[in-house]
């Protein structure tokens, strides 16, 4: 059973870059049809996709991010990582990492759904 | 960008049906998947691929995606006070994961 760890700074200020990583343990993180997902969740609001990163290196960002962001990938250490530049205090939040199963079924429609999350980490932007 | 929508909330009692909708343009030509989250804790995935259930997951947990349709819908039968839960769906569309903006299931 594949488990993920996020780690990094849980207070960062603000104009700063905050930056996290995620260790994957149990299964190796170029394995499998994965995409390795960053996805975030401010207090009592409902969660955000930020981006991911195939084990290629290729990568993907939600549009709402993507001037700011920077998802990166270890395969020798079987992390990946997620930088987050300018930030403010809107972007205080639990930060997942999490890994995305992606296939096609039936060889038409792509299914990505995320099968295993980390236990999230709370980033708080402050002075 | 693409978006999916939930209600806020739905309320059902302990033993009745729950019927949480996600609707999103040509939603039908896409793949939907559902997550559970308890407070304080991880989502989990209860559906993918429109109606499949991962091990575990109890068959209570049902849901479907109408091929031409723009809504897909996650059923809870006989709902119990430990499914009180924010449900969101996900869909991937084309280079991007989408979710709903999540619905707080309340068991009463």
């Known amino acids: 059973q594949v488990q993920l760890q996020e780690s990094g700074p849980g207070l960062v200020e603000p104009s700063q870059t905050l930056s996290l990583t995620c260790t994957v343990s149990?299964?190796?993180?170029?394995?499998?049809?994965?995409?390795w997902s960053w996805i975030r969740q401010p207090a009592g609001k409902g969660l955000d996709w930020i981006g991911h990163?195939?084990?290629?290196?290729?990568?993907s960002y939600n549009p709402s991010f993507q001037s700011r962001v920077t998802i990166s990938v270890d395969t020798s250490n079987n992390q990946f990582s997620l930088k987050v530049s300018s930030v403010t205090a809107a972007d205080t939040a639990v930060y997942y990492c999490?890994?995305?199963?992606?296939?096609?079924?039936?060889?038409?429609?792509?299914?990505?759904?995320?099968?295993?999350w980390g236990q999230g980490t709370l980033v708080t932007v402050s002075s | 960008s693409y978006e999916l929508t939930q209600p806020p909330s739905v309320s059902v009692s302990p033993g009745q049906t729950a019927t949480i909708t996600c609707s999103g343009e040509?939603?039908?030509?896409?793949?939907a998947c559902w997550y559970q989250q308890k407070p304080g804790q991880s989502p989990v995935v209860v559906i993918y691929q429109d109606n499949k259930r991962p091990s575990g997951i109890p068959e209570r947990f049902s849901a479907s995606n109408s091929v031409n349709g723009d809504t897909a819908t996650l059923t809870i039968s006989e709902t119990q006070t430990m499914d009180e839960a924010d449900y969101y769906c996900q869909a991937w569309d084309g280079s991007t994961v989408v979710f709903g903006g999540g619905t707080k299931l309340t068991v009463l």
């Open positions: 149990g299964g190796s993180i170029s394995s499998g049809n994965y995409y």
């Open positions: 040509k939603l039908g030509a896409k793949f």
């Open positions: 999490a890994r995305n199963h992606h296939e096609r079924p039936y060889g038409g429609a792509y299914s990505n759904y995320v099968d295993s």
């Open positions: 990163i195939y084990p290629s290196g290729s990568s």
